[in-house]
């Protein structure tokens, strides 16, 4: 415990047996690709030395494959041959010259491998992946312990701190541990005591192989969450034979990637999983770390004080704010930028192969390029409209010194952020609302609510600079009958401004249509607890269920109301939805008995609902509430009034493009403008 009167248990350091953390925050493993980007290393090397600044007690890299049958993806990160040392010491030196301790991450992807050499204990094809492995032979087990032993060795000589191995998630080791990848009849297979020899293996070998003081994360899968995964009462003599077998923490991981609930998405309430490492706790006597889902400090304290966990394990909330533990420990936890869950610029970008960077925090992975300096010249600078872009603008405008003044039209500051944030699950834009309003307030930004901004306004300010950001309005669709008291926009639902009937047509299947449905198929007295949320996704917390997965499967939660979502194109619907977070938002429309229509012609609209042909036939869908969520137009007309009268101005956010928008590209572009002015 530390005499922080805020964060005493999250402050306090952990004693080791040869070492010693300075707090309870580690930064979790995540692949950022920033290695594969030119001068990737220094750039990674950039971003960890932040976050070591930062303050956070541990960070872990991203993984890193002990051989080529371990890569995650062709030329994917690895460390098998001494010549890689130089770079990897680039990394280690930054984050010790910032005060960090840095492991490395060793990662064998096993069947989840993306390249031809792909191997598993067992030849089965993950579900989620193209290729069959091959099955190891029992000389090449052999061989990838004693490669994973090399690896960490490697790791010691580039001076990392220690190593986590990743013993979950569905990788390589964790195909060892459960029957579900493991049909192997020899010693590494078939009884449960059989299946553990890998991983025991693994960390004796590593053990042996480096100095005592080099420190020994293991990362157990607590929860599968998959059928045919271990039992809790499997996992749990597993984590006792991995502390005897050497290591000196034990982390632990939710689910496997093919896992069909979701396990760090917005959805998810926080501190859901803690109670997989509470268990653990419970049966060994080293230091357990808690994950996913712990993205302010609060929930981390809490989770401590309840005896769940030693530390916590936070990746995504550290990329949103490099300064999360030093903010904390000054008593400036409102000004942490939180994570809000959102997948859209970590993980979707990580699975369309870019690097990652994010949401709230454009500067993340770019942390030399978008540094935040003071302005030469301090400028008078007016931005119009205090949505997503036009918050960011203003407020790193006011950082660099420049005098700002901000309108918007509104009596509240956000935009379409407070609209996102009746969703369920979205609540945790509060935060960023919460954010960039001390910001603002922290950079003296003269804010003007319920002011629409004129041209003569503009004129009477003696601007140098004029930036608009006044945002999208709703689109509006032509269709015989779209005047009908029963016709709504989504912003009059989502803001409650209009009531919603009992039978329900969602005009246009995109992000906002899938929000709509969302927030509509739900009750706001509804139990959004984890534990409510455990029950309805299936989950099991006994020690008995294969993967924790509940004999009766997911509940079946009926909509209040009986809603149709409609769009034009044929195919799957929600293409556009994020790759990490739209197949979870489908299946629990799916579950709540939302009607998901493709290929439609809208017809009329009447008294009874919505007319519509499909399939060349036509069809009511009976409504008395019918939804236009149909995108979005920019709104320029105060643009074009400024531009005609002879200001200059800079155009962001959905007011320069509305097509595509989302509150991703619009922080990004006011944040980036203001460091140009
Ligand atoms: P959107 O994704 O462009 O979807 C609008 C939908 O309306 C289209 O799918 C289109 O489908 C339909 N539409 C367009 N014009 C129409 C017309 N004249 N008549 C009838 N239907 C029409 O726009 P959005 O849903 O407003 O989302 C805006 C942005 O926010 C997007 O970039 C979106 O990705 C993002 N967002 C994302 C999420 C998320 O990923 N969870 C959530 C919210 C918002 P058809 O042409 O097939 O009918
Ligand atoms: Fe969190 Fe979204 Fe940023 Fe990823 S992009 S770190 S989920 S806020």
Redesign the pocket.
């Given at each position: 415990m530390t005499n922080n009167p805020h964060f005493p248990l999250m402050l306090a350091p952990l004693k080791l047996q040869h070492n010693e953390l300075k707090n309870r925050v580690i930064m979790g493993a995540m692949h950022t690709r920033l290695e594969a980007l030119p001068n990737g290393t220094q750039k990674l090397a950039d971003f960890y030395a932040a976050r070591a600044s930062g303050g956070v007690g541990l960070i872990i890299t991203g993984g890193y494959a002990p051989n080529t049958a371990g890569h995650l993806e062709m030329n994917g990160p690895i460390l098998n041959d001494r010549a890689q040392i130089g770079d990897h010491q680039i990394v280690t030196r930054a984050v010790h010259a910032a005060g960090g301790k840095i492991f490395l991450q060793i990662l064998h992807a096993g069947r989840y491998g993306g390249t031809l050499k792909t191997v598993a204990p067992s030849a089965i094809r993950a579900p989620i992946s193209p290729l069959t492995p091959k099955a190891l032979e029992a000389a090449e087990i052999d061989q990838t312990i004693a490669d994973f032993a090399t690896c960490a060795q490697l790791a010691s000589e580039a001076g990392y701190d220690g190593v986590e191995i990743m013993g979950s998630e569905g990788y390589l080791i964790n195909q060892f541990t459960a029957a579900r990848t493991n049909q192997r009849d020899d010693e590494w297979g078939g009884s449960v005591e059989n299946r553990h020899r890998f991983p025991l293996a693994v960390v004796r070998s590593i053990r042996a192989n480096t100095p005592k003081e080099f420190m020994l994360m293991y990362r157990i899968s607590s929860l599968e969450l998959v059928e045919d995964g271990a039992t809790g009462s499997q996992i749990i003599a597993l984590a006792k034979q991995i502390e005897q077998a050497g290591a000196d923490i034990l982390s632990t991981g939710i689910g496997w990637h093919e896992t069909r609930i979701p396990t760090i998405a917005y959805m998810v309430p926080r501190g859901t999983w803690t109670f997989a490492a509470k268990r653990i706790k419970q049966a060994v006597n080293i230091p357990v770390v808690a994950s996913n889902r712990l993205n302010t400090p609060q929930t981390v304290e809490k989770i401590l004080r309840d005896e769940h966990c030693d530390l916590a394990y936070l990746a995504r909330p550290l990329l949103a704010d490099p300064d999360f533990v030093n903010k904390a420990a000054n008593g400036q936890h409102d000004q942490i930028n939180v994570c809000i869950a959102c997948n859209q610029a970590c993980l979707d970008y990580i699975f369309k192969a870019k690097a990652a960077t994010c949401l709230v925090n454009p500067r993340a992975g770019h942390e030399n390029e978008l540094q935040i300096t003071l302005a030469k010249h301090p400028k008078r600078i007016a931005v119009i409209g205090g949505g997503a872009a036009g918050m960011a603008a203003a407020s790193i405008a006011g950082a660099r010194g420049h005098t700002v003044t901000l309108f918007e039209a509104n009596e509240q500051l956000g935009g379409q952020l407070l609209l996102?944030r009746k969703v369920p699950g979205k609540e945790e834009f509060d935060e960023l609302l919460r954010y960039f309003k001390n910001r603002l307030d922290a950079h003296n930004v003269e804010i003007n609510t319920g002011i629409a901004a004129s041209v003569q306004m503009i004129a009477d300010g003696n601007f140098d600079e004029t930036i608009i950001a006044t945002g999208v309005a709703p689109?509006q669709?032509e269709l015989p009958g779209i005047d009908h008291p029963h016709v709504v926009s989504y912003p009059q639902i989502l803001s409650g401004a209009k009531t919603c009937g009992d039978h329900v047509a969602i005009?246009?299947?995109?992000?906002?249509?899938?929000?709509v449905a969302d927030f509509l198929s739900v009750l706001d007295s509804d139990d959004r607890s984890a534990k409510a949320f455990l029950d309805d996704w299936g989950v099991d917390q006994g020690l008995d269920a294969k993967g924790g997965l509940s004999p009766q499967g997911p509940s079946l939660e009926k909509s209040p109301r009986q809603i149709t979502l409609l769009?034009?194109?044929s195919g799957k619907p929600g293409r556009?939805?994020?790759v990490t977070?739209?197949w979870a938002?489908k299946k629990a429309l799916k579950r709540r008995g939302v009607n998901i229509l493709t290929g439609v012609s809208?017809e009329r609209i009447s008294d009874e609902g919505l007319h519509i042909e499909i399939d060349g036939e036509k069809t009511l869908i009976t409504a008395n509430t019918i939804i236009i969520?149909?995108?979005?137009e920019s709104r320029t007309s105060l643009h074009e009034e400024l531009t005609m009268a002879g200001v200059t101005t800079h155009l962001i956010g959905g007011a320069q493009q509305a097509?595509?928008?989302?509150a991703l590209r619009a922080i990004s572009q006011g944040y980036k403008l203001a460091l140009t002015l």
């Open positions: 996102a689109r669709i005009i246009g299947a995109g992000g906002i249509g899938f929000d769009q034009r194109t556009t939805l994020g977070t739209g938002v809208y969520c149909a995108g979005q097509g595509e928008l989302d």
